[in-house]
């Protein structure tokens, strides 16, 4: 009988100390120790029945934390609140508590529960159903809950947990068979509020809008108590640890709300190492080429300690940015973990979003009863998923920023022992950067979550649906903010509303398509064409990369290849197949200048920001070995092109300036080129962003601004908040290129400084050494023309959207041709 256990369990300090001694040189850069912390308990607030001090006693909870009570206080009182403390801090009390304590005082009240993602939701679900108390009634609704079941659900659930995206399509379109529970509605309660932000996060801004809006309509009945007195619900707001949450959780609800910040929590110790893969032994195409030495997969290594972790007993979390990636990782690791003890390898998955809901129901269900030791996941999993028992997490590439960084980290730990923190650096410009400069991530505030509902393209189609809801007041404009008369004006003459005397009603039939998170239209599903079998789906902006005829797509570690793609119908037809080759899509990209919002005039140098029109069009895609890197061919794709009206920051130079910098004719080209890439890859350090949702173009003469010129713009229409906070921070972000560049130790460019994995051009051309004498020419002439630009400018406080999305895929950086290549 074959033994599948692992060997004994190991301390997250001897495992690191066990992992970094397999490789021949130390690939830790840093190991910070964040200590232990005891909390600080108090009483139960007067007002909290003794029943539901009873049930929380029955789960362990026999005295809240000084923050807990304090935004619970806060909130029973009526104030609009946001708790925004650490990972495993109980801000799902601080919200439970006041809203369940209204639920058992009135039994007419209602509670909404927003969360982002559905494996949340259902996590809470449990929370609160576990708690047993009468008349409740705690349920789900969302697009996995079986129409039988919604009819109950809105007729009888007095605590119902859905997300932003059932509210936008299901319930408020539906408002007049929710009337009764809109009407006693006192609570709404916004879980992980830090991730609305970006375009997602103007989307919901409005979305809670409409909500408001329609509460309001129905009003309140008479005669309710406590909360339910209040003619409008009280917003209860958990958010991870930020810069400035009140600012953040006011412009997502459109009101006043309080902070409460300090985390009382006890938190046991987190040993968190920076780690860097080794260096591969140099190769070059042929002789005669310049060798080029690039740094070991971090999926690769990444997958090794993950089969380590779960060798040694450790139960192991693996965050992966990709779906593609999170597969390749548990792939890896359980094909080693089956080399080294057959069947242990049954003890990994994967989890990532486009799962059906049984399978990611399932895999959460054995992660949390110990079933699965190791787990590789996209960022689905790094919300407040109560994980009880990890010991480790792993981190595949920095995730954006540092909120999700600490966030991510937090899921081990949970219950108060030593945790295991290691991220695990990509090579790539930002990831180097970090690791070799850990006073970047350590002691120093995470950014704040910033977003933008006045941009247009965000705000007339969320009035389309207001006004679809029921007819747009001149009071409702207030509501709404700035802008809001303008994009009405705007609907009126494209026809889609009809002004009267009353209001401005929707004119026609069908509802407006509003896609919340900006992924670029409807998602895809992949369909095994033997079987008719529905493996997954993939978001529409993503489609055009990942599903295109001939692409593998992986699923649950099994391989497919793409026969078809139908846009139209929104279906890739896929068959099994274990290609020893993958495929990377490749596109092309125009740009023209369509405004300049401001600028800075520095002599030979131009420092802008402004709108672009962006168009795109993936054009063919690379087959590659899989163990070699080696390009086999190059196939066409006739694919539609995408336009993307958004902002952008550029800079220019005179060509005299490069002459005199010692940067020839023939190298500005592959100069621009360079600094492009590594600008792109550092933007995330300055502007809380990801690279995938942002792009980039360089050319040596732009028909618009007549010079060289550098383009880094937001994928995202009517852009998200990049450009914007590079402009602000040009001169420290543009600072951290250079010395990015400068201090690789590579000789022409590698991935760890300039070159791009998502460049259109193939990485070519590239020059190291002259993108330095660029970005030197730049600040020099920024820094004399008195342009501190290392605080952003008042209104350059705009985030983005973490991780992929957008109407333009985020492939990031190309050099402009007269004609584009096919």
């Not at 609305?196 to 309509?217: D, K, N």
């Not at 195409?285 to 040694?312: C, F, G, H, N, Y």
């Not at 030593?418 to 990509?426: F, Q």
Request: hydrophobic letters at 40%; one cysteine or more.
């Amino acid at each position: 009988m074959t033994d599948h256990s692992p060997g004994p369990r190991r301390a997250p300090g001897e495992l690191l100390r066990r992992l970094r001694l397999r490789h021949a040189t130390d690939p830790v850069t840093h190991v910070e120790r964040v200590p232990a912390r005891a909390g600080e308990p108090v009483g139960w607030p007067g007002w909290a029945p003794a029943e539901l001090r009873a049930a929380f006693a029955r789960r362990g909870v026999t005295a809240p934390w000084r923050h807990q009570a304090e935004a619970a206080e806060l909130a029973y009182a009526g104030q609009h609140v946001v708790v925004a403390t650490g990972t495993a801090s109980g801000k799902s009390l601080a919200y439970q508590l006041p809203a369940l304590s209204t639920l058992l005082a009135d039994p007419r009240a209602t509670v909404l529960y927003l969360a982002p993602t559905k494996a949340l939701a259902a996590d809470q679900l449990r929370a609160v159903a576990g708690l047993e108390l009468d008349g409740v009634r705690p349920a789900t609704y969302d697009g996995d809950t079986p129409r039988a079941e919604r009819e109950w659900i809105r007729r009888h659930s007095r605590f119902v947990l859905t997300n932003p995206d059932m509210l936008h399509h299901g319930i408020l379109p539906g408002h007049a068979h929710w009337s009764g529970f809109l009407r006693r509605l006192a609570y709404v309660v916004v879980d992980e509020c830090h991730t609305y932000r970006g375009v997602f996060g103007s989307h919901v801004a409005h979305v809670l809008r409409r909500l408001r809006r329609q509460c309001a309509r129905f009003g309140r009945l008479p005669g309710q108590a406590l909360a339910g007195s209040r003619s409008n619900p009280t917003f209860l707001l958990a958010s991870a640890t930020s810069g400035d949450p009140a600012t953040a959780a006011g412009r997502l609800t459109g009101l006043p709300v309080t902070a409460v910040t300090e985390d009382t929590s006890p938190r046991g110790g987190v040993t968190f190492a920076l780690w860097e893969p080794p260096l591969l032994p140099p190769t070059g195409p042929s002789p005669d080429d310049d060798l080029v030495q690039i740094r070991r997969s971090a999926l690769r290594e990444t997958a090794d300690l993950l089969a380590d972790s779960v060798a040694e007993g450790v139960r192991t979390l693996a965050f992966v940015r990709s779906r593609r990636g999170a597969e390749v990782v548990a792939a890896n690791a359980r094909r080693a973990l089956d080399e080294a003890v057959p069947g242990l390898g049954d003890r990994v998955a994967a989890y990532r979003a486009g799962y059906l809901r049984e399978e990611r129901r399932e895999l959460e269900r054995a992660l949390l009863h110990g079933d699965l030791l190791g787990l590789a996941s996209t960022n689905a999993l790094e919300l407040g998923v109560d994980l009880v028992g990890l010991d480790a997490v792993l981190i595949c590439g920095w995730p954006g920023t540092r909120a999700s960084l600490w966030q991510q980290a937090g899921r081990a730990g949970r219950s108060g022992d030593e945790a295991l923190a290691v991220l695990v650096a990509r090579d790539d410009p930002l990831d180097t950067y970090l690791v070799h400069h850990p006073e970047a991530l350590f002691g120093r505030p995470v950014e704040a979550t910033v977003l933008d509902p006045a941009n247009p393209y965000v705000l007339a189609p969320q009035l389309a649906c207001a006004a679809h809801e029921s007819p747009l007041t001149p009071a409702d404009l207030d509501l709404f903010g700035e802008g809001a008369k303008e994009a009405v004006d705007s609907l009126v003459e494209a026809g889609a509303l009809r002004q009267r005397p009353t209001g401005w009603y929707w004119r026609h039939r069908e509802r407006p398509e509003v896609d919340l998170r900006g992924e670029g239209g409807a998602p895809v599903c992949v369909v095994e064409e033997s079987t008719g079998r529905l493996l997954g789906t993939v978001d529409g902006g993503s489609a055009h990369f990942l599903l295109h005829t001939g692409a593998v797509y992986l699923h649950q570690g099994v391989s497919y290849v793409v026969d078809s793609l139908d846009l139209a119908d929104g279906c890739a037809l896929v068959h099994a197949e274990e290609p020893d080759w993958s495929t990377h899509a490749r596109d092309v990209t125009s740009l023209s200048v369509v405004s300049v919002r401001s600028y800075v005039d520095a002599g030979p140098v131009g420092l802008f920001l402004g709108e672009v029109d962006v168009t795109s069009q993936v054009v063919s895609y690379q087959r590659r070995r899989i163990a070699t890197g080696e390009v086999i061919d190059t196939r066409p794709l006739d694919l539609p092109a995408r336009e993307l009206r958004t902002v952008a920051v550029w800079f220019t130079l005179s060509p005299e300036s490069l002459t005199a910098a010692g940067v020839e004719a023939a190298d500005v080209p592959g100069a621009l080129h360079a600094a492009e890439h590594a600008a792109i890859g550092l933007l995330p350090l300055m502007a809380t962003c990801d690279r995938w949702d942002i792009g980039g173009l360089s050319t040596a003469l732009h028909p618009d601004t007549e010079a060289p010129t550098v383009f880094v713009y937001d994928g995202h229409p009517g852009g998200a908040g990049f450009a914007e906070r590079a402009y602000g921070t040009a001169a420290a972000w543009l600072r951290a290129t250079r010395d990015a560049i400068a201090e690789c130790g590579c000789e022409t460019g590698c991935p760890s400084c300039v070159q791009s994995p998502k460049c259109g051009n193939g990485n070519n051309p590239l020059a190291k050494a002259e993108a330095v004498k660029v970005l030197d020419v730049v600040l020099a002439n920024l820094a004399m023309a008195g342009y501190a630009g290392g605080v952003p400018s008042p209104d350059a406080d705009l985030e983005p959207e973490a991780g992929p999305g957008g109407a333009l895929p985020r492939q990031g950086d190309r050099v402009a041709r007269p004609t584009p290549a096919p």
